[in-house]
């Protein structure tokens, strides 16, 4: 569904003209394909949203190396990339929202101590991904787990 609508897309920038936005849409494209290859399987939307997390990761560092080395313009460039990228993920969860599915997943796990981590977190990344930044669901989760 989501590389079709990615496909969708990439012929509507072609015909706009939209010579940004098409290509954003390409380089999205390329990194789906390139894991593709590199996995030797089709990628389901899952794993689509898994390059698009990372994608989003690495815009989020190249904005922050760029604003800290005062290449404005260059920030400005990735952050247009980012929007983009944002926009095929599903919408974000809230605050409140993330800690009532990391209660939640607690008491299905049983968790009480660090070592419980890994249970958690398995049972939270397949609701949470592309709705949440996991490092960070992450953090919060060790801070419950530990105090």
């Not at 990372?54 to 604003?67: A, F, G, H, L, N």
């Not at 952050?79 to 599903?90: A, S, T, V």
Request: glycine share 8%; hydrophobic share 45%.
């Amino acid at each position: 569904m989501l590389k079709q609508r990615l496909t969708d897309d990439m012929k509507a920038a072609m015909k706009g003209g939209d010579k940004s936005r098409l290509g954003v849409i390409r380089l999205i494209n390329a990194a789906i394909k390139q894991r593709e290859v590199d996995e030797r399987a089709e990628l389901d939307d899952t794993q689509v949203l898994a390059v698009l997390e990372k994608m989003v990761k690495q815009r989020r560092d190249s904005i922050t190396q760029y604003e800290a080395a005062g290449r404005e313009d260059l920030a400005a460039g990735e952050r247009f990339e980012l929007e983009i990228i944002q926009g095929y993920l599903p919408a974000a969860l809230s605050d409140a929202e993330v800690d009532a599915l990391i209660d939640e997943a607690m008491a299905a796990t049983g968790a009480g101590s660090m070592r419980d981590m890994g249970k958690v977190m398995g049972v939270l990344k397949p609701k949470l991904q592309g709705r949440a930044d996991m490092a960070e669901v992450s953090s919060r989760v060790k801070a419950r787990l530990a105090g």
